[in-house]
């Protein structure tokens, strides 16, 4: 069982940057690929990026590359979201998710998930 705690959220003008962080319980985080998710009111659930188990692989969606980074240390049990240059149509709850299989997570299929984190970005 992996447990998800996500923080960092906030209201930021446009052009602004945030830093999410999740902490992961429990001791086998190193062995999860881990990703970030968003959601805006009204809208699916998307993903916006993934980290391999080791931090050696990322991927992003195309709304974000460039402006967003994925990072872990699995020292800490964490892995975090540098945004960078915000919209505000990144206003969404973000979420944080695991799963072994880093594929699936992609697919928004992770079998773990946090609680989420309100982003606002205003114009």
């Known amino acids: 069982q992996v447990q998800l705690v996500e923080s960092g959220g906030g209201l930021v003008q446009a052009g602004g940057s945030l830093r999410l962080s999740c902490a992961a319980s429990?001791?086998?985080?190193?062995?999860?690929?881990m990703g970030w998710f968003r959601q805006a009111p009204g809208k699916e659930r998307e993903f916006v990026a993934t980290?391999?188990?080791?931090?050696?692989?990322?991927s992003y969606a195309d709304s974000v590359k460039d402006r967003f980074t994925i990072s872990r240390d699995n020292a800490k049990n964490t892995v975090y979201l540098q945004m960078n240059s915000l919209k505000p149509e990144d206003t969404a709850v973000y979420y944080c998710?695991?799963?072994?299989?880093?594929?699936?997570?992609?697919?928004?299929?992770?079998?773990?998930w946090g609680q989420g984190t309100q982003v606002t970005v205003s114009s």
């Open positions: 980290i391999s188990w080791s931090g050696g692989s990322t």
């Open positions: 998710a695991a799963d072994g299989n880093r594929a699936r997570l992609r697919l928004g299929k992770g079998d773990y």
């Open positions: 429990g001791r086998t985080f190193s062995s999860y690929a």
